[in-house]
């Protein structure tokens, strides 16, 4: 069963947004911290957003002031809303989570389409 199911991709046109999800299953109340990553054809997966267990968050530069991730402690969901997108946004995007007695968990990844 898997353990981080993201959802909410799809395709989108320049400046539109999107709202990513990713349910977790198991303990939320252990995860030290949580990301999302993207990765492009050809490109290495490169990190995308961070919130640690605090609440505090941080951003790559290229998404910084467009992008915002959450977390919903009761619904045990994280979630990444994107706005402003443009085509170099478009990536499968993962999810990633480190729970203390799981370790790195990853999600199976959800695709973000940016074209006109």
């Known amino acids: 069963q898997a353990q981080l199911v993201e959802s909410g991709g799809g395709r989108v046109q320049p400046g539109g947004s999107l709202t990513l999800s990713c349910a977790v299953s198991?303990?939320?109340?252990?995860?030290?911290?949580s990301r999302w990553y993207r990765q492009a054809p050809g490109k290495d997966r490169e990190f995308v957003a961070q919130?640690?267990?605090?609440?505090?968050?941080n951003y790559s530069d290229s998404v910084k002031g467009r992008f915002t991730i959450s977390r919903d402690d009761v619904k045990k969901t994280l979630y990444l809303q994107m706005n402003n997108l443009k085509p170099e946004d478009t990536a499968v995007y993962y999810c990633?989570?480190?729970?203390?007695?799981?370790?790195?968990?990853w999600g199976q990844g959800t695709q973000v389409t940016v074209s006109s």
């Open positions: 919130i640690i267990h605090s609440g505090d968050t």
């Open positions: 990633n989570i480190l729970r203390i007695g799981d370790g790195d968990l």
């Open positions: 198991g303990s939320f109340t252990n995860i030290y911290r």
